[in-house]
Each structure stands twice: as C-alpha cells, then as structure tokens.
C-alpha cells in the first residue's frame, strides 16, 4: 500500500469521520458566531448514499434522504424546517455498533465561509447498530457560503499525528525541502486518554520548491490505526498499527478498521476526492508558512494551482 508517488497520477489526502473533506482554516478574517438550531428526530433513509457536500438547501432533497421520527410527549415531533426562509446542515456517519454522538460547537462566519465546528463522542460497544447524524438549522441568508468542516477532535491529535508522519515516515522517503502530512480521519475513541485510536488514510509527499511550484519529490501511503497517549507537554503517538503490502493488505486493512473497513474503502477509492483535497492542504500549508508557491506538480505530470 505504501506506494511511490512517481507511479500514478491522482494521489491522495483530508476527508473527515463524515466522509467528507474537512479542512482547517487559517487566515486573518475576522469571525462572526452565527446562531443555529438543532433539528431532532430524524433518520437517515438506508437507500441514501451520505451526500458529499452537508448543505441541503430545498425540502425535496431533504425528504429524499431523511425520514421522520415520531416519538411520545411533547418533544417527540421533528423539528420544524422552513426551506423558504432557512437551510439545513447535515453530517452522517457510517454505521457503527458504538454508541455515538455528533455534537455541534459553533458555527461561524469567515469572509464567503461558514466554519462548522462540531465534536463525535464515542461511547460502549452496543448489541445493535445505528447510523450517527446531527443536523442544524441555519437561516437562508448563510445558504450561498461555502461550508467548511471542523471536527473538534481531529485539530486535537492533528499537530501529533502531523509530526508522526513528516518524522517517522516522511524522513524514510526521498529527502525534499518540505515534508507535508495529509490525513483523512475515518475514526477516533477517544474514551481511553492514555491510549486514544485514530483509524485514518494517511499520506506524507516530500517537496522541494522550484520557482513558484512545489516539485513533489516522493511520498505514500500509510493507512491504518494510530495509538495517541495525551501528556502534559501535548499529544504524541505511542505506536501505529500499518496496513501491510503484497497479499496481507486486504486481510490486514481488514483485521485494523474491522467495522470502519468499508468506510475506509470509500475514502482510500475516491481518487478525484483525494486529489482536490491534496491541493486544499497545500494551499493552507505555504500559506501558514509563507512559502512563495501557487503551483505544485508530481513527477511526469503537469503542474496544478494549489486550491483548487
């Protein structure tokens, strides 16, 4: 599964538990906290494929994936969507026999985004499974933003897993003159402090700058479980369980996502999703560091606009 960057095109990088990029934001806009409601008692239809983008803007597109759950008292009713005056975001995950909850943080205003901060809580193995989802209610005034994810959790362990894989992994590839970690996030428990599991896909690329590109230099693959211990200095990773190559990757990939194995496929498969989120990541890196690049480029390929 570790493969060298120089034999294909369209690698990798970060789509969040929701199977869905999410991206950490970094910029001088000032943020507005926007007000929201949470919606209660609805179901995601099991015929539904979990929508790529979070916003449902119309009543029609709503109804085709969520159905209504109808409970006793006086609470027990769905909560009341005008799609005339106000939309809907909505994050769903895949099916899991934890009990689970997507807890929204806060949503703010950033320039044309809306930042969605929201934390998943991992409880005890359960006898049965459910499909975990969270929706807010916004007004229509929002509705044209881009919507950016943030998981609470995942910019916790991020800076440590981010230091494992430039230090640990990306110093056994080709050296270049940046080292950029690139993760999606399929899952976290979080229950156990001394021992917290992040299952994820996770990339590192080695680059070195060449006039205003980054010229990738080598990089790979590297799924599979990472065990984070908190300390009081911070987060750091005390041991990463790999997916093997050769005829122990399926079984091995098996055996370390056991019931986020599928959830994994989707993201590990999704070549065009990987690639747009490579660019994004790198966008925000020069920027964070100002680097004078716009462009970054893979061996025999041509060069692409970071961002985009």
């Not at 001394?194 to 790979?220: A, H, M, P, Q, R």
């Not at 399926?250 to 370390?256: Q, T």
């Not at 498969?269 to 490579?278: A, C, F, W």
């Amino acid at each position: 599964m570790k493969k060298i960057l120089f034999a294909f095109a369209t690698l990798l990088v970060i789509a969040a538990c929701t199977n869905k990029p999410s991206t950490v934001v970094e910029n001088n806009e000032e943020s507005n906290e926007v007000a929201f409601e949470v919606a209660q008692n609805y179901f995601f239809k099991n015929d539904q494929v979990i929508p790529e983008n979070p916003k449902i803007s119309t009543e029609e597109e709503f109804n085709k994936l969520f159905g209504m759950a109808t409970t006793m008292g006086k609470d027990g009713k769905p909560t009341a969507i005008d799609f005339t005056k106000q939309f809907a975001l909505a994050i769903v995950l895949p099916v899991t026999d934890f009990a689970t909850e997507i807890n929204p943080v806060k949503v703010e205003e950033q320039g044309d985004s809306l930042l969605y901060t929201y934390e998943v809580n991992t409880g005890e193995k359960q006898t049965f499974s459910i499909r975990p989802v969270s929706i807010i209610i916004l007004d229509k005034k929002y509705e044209n933003k881009e919507i950016v994810l943030v998981n609470k959790q995942e910019i916790t362990f991020f800076p440590a897993i981010d230091r494992y894989l430039a230090d640990s992994i990306g110093s056994n590839y080709a050296k270049g003159e940046y080292s950029v970690p690139i993760h999606s996030i399929v899952g976290v428990d979080d229950r156990n402090a001394e021992d917290i599991k992040v299952w994820g896909d996770y990339w590192v690329f080695n680059y070195n700058l060449v006039g205003d590109t980054l010229k990738c230099v080598s990089g790979g693959n590297h799924p599979g479980l990472m065990h984070i211990r908190q300390t009081e200095n911070g987060f750091e990773v005390t041991a990463f369980e790999q997916v093997e190559d050769g005829s122990r990757n399926l079984p091995s990939a098996k055996n370390i996502f056991g019931d986020k194995f599928n959830a994994f496929q989707a993201i590990n498969s999704d070549e065009q999703r990987r690639e747009k989120l490579r660019s994004e990541v790198l966008a925000v890196y020069v920027k964070k560091r100002g680097i004078a690049a716009t462009l970054y480029q893979d061996n025999g390929w041509p060069a692409k606009k970071l961002g985009e």
